[in-house]
């Protein structure tokens, strides 16, 4: 009891000198108010993609209600290679600009953080039995070597840690170097990335039950074709699970995007918390 009463004074006497900080803002908090390692005001920002959405693309048209097995126009004139595909939350606001820290800037640090939101997703959308495979979008050599590290690795690693199915990090290639799809209109998108993937050891993938993992999305370009070439090696059924989904719309995301085509060169510093 007494070992516990000191434990629990310690914790107190941290929380008052050095009291814990937003993984998103860098705020202090002395309230205690967390959900995620985020603080309140970062997590009302964080807007999930909810119904009515199409059951196969997971987006949400004009006309769609909340009846489960409402199907889109597009996906019935032109059914996706994948079985579902669903989104976490809206790219926007401090998860957009978590995730440009997280992505382009190397602060690892926010991936525990991103790693439970679309967790959260993931039980939002699918169960574990679903699953024999979880593979995460790959990244080309090149990009990889100026990065130093695949973003959706990292989140897939986290989501097979959280759920017990196996991850594979090296059965997707990408075989074809491509432009940065950010700030490219859907048709340039698709021609982009035709054919950029290739599966090594096809047999392993053969009649697996595969989990696509990606960190953001704007079309679906990029989980549509990484489906497609895993149909291509027999997987049994291919769906997709991305962090978040990016809106397009205003000549703010188009800003954004802009900003993002060109971070993978850009000094580390500009995303850097201000003292």
Do not use: W
């Amino acid at each position: 009891m007494f070992q516990g009463d000191l434990s629990a004074l310690k914790d107190a006497f941290c929380d008052l000198f050095f009291p814990p900080s937003c993984a998103f803002c860098g705020r202090a908090t002395m309230d205690g108010t967390f959900l995620r390692g985020i603080c309140e005001t970062c997590s009302e920002s964080i807007l999930p993609i909810e119904p009515p959405i199409c059951q196969r693309c997971g987006l949400s048209f004009p006309g769609l209600n909340d009846r489960a097995a409402e199907i889109c126009g597009h996906c019935l004139a032109d059914p996706p290679p994948y079985e579902r595909a669903r989104f976490g939350v809206r790219y926007d606001g401090e998860l957009r600009r978590a995730l440009v820290r997280f992505k382009y800037y190397r602060m690892l640090s926010l991936s525990g953080v991103l790693g439970g939101i679309l967790i959260e997703a993931f039980h939002r959308h699918f169960t574990p039995g679903q699953f024999d495979l979880i593979i995460p979008i790959p990244i080309s050599k090149r990009r990889l070597l100026i990065r130093g590290f695949n973003q959706s690795a990292i989140l897939a690693r986290l989501l097979s840690a959280h759920t017990g199915i196996s991850a594979d990090l090296t059965r997707l290639r990408k075989v074809k170097e491509t432009l940065p799809q950010v700030g490219l209109p859907r048709s340039e998108r698709v021609a982009n990335i035709r054919n950029s993937f290739g599966v090594s050891r096809p047999r392993r993938i053969q009649g697996r039950r595969v989990l696509l993992v990606d960190d953001v999305a704007t079309t679906g370009a990029t989980i549509a074709e990484a489906a497609r070439t895993l149909q291509r090696a027999k997987a049994a059924s291919v769906d997709a699970l991305v962090l978040a989904f990016r809106v397009t719309s205003s000549a703010q995301s188009l800003a954004n995007s802009a900003d993002e085509a060109t971070a993978d060169d850009a000094p580390d510093t500009r995303f850097a918390r201000q003292p």
